[in-house]
């Protein structure tokens, strides 16, 4: 859980990246605009501390 945890902190984290390029380019990235990576890593995050805060599974 832990690596999929991680998984999508980094995308999250490139969503953003990607985000933040194409505003202050000016442009589109796959044809969306910057806002779109933005909610995307926002929701990528949620997901992420939604996965953090489940309690253990028990064997």
Not at 48 to 57: D, K
Request: glycine share 6%.
């Amino acid at each position: 859980m832990r690596n999929v945890i991680l998984a999508l902190i980094v995308l999250a984290a490139l969503a953003f990246v990607v985000g933040t390029v194409a505003a202050f380019g000016q442009t589109t990235f796959l044809a969306k605009p910057p806002v779109t990576f933005w909610r995307g890593a926002v929701g990528f995050l949620l997901f992420a501390i939604a996965l953090e805060l489940l309690p253990p599974a028990k064997a």
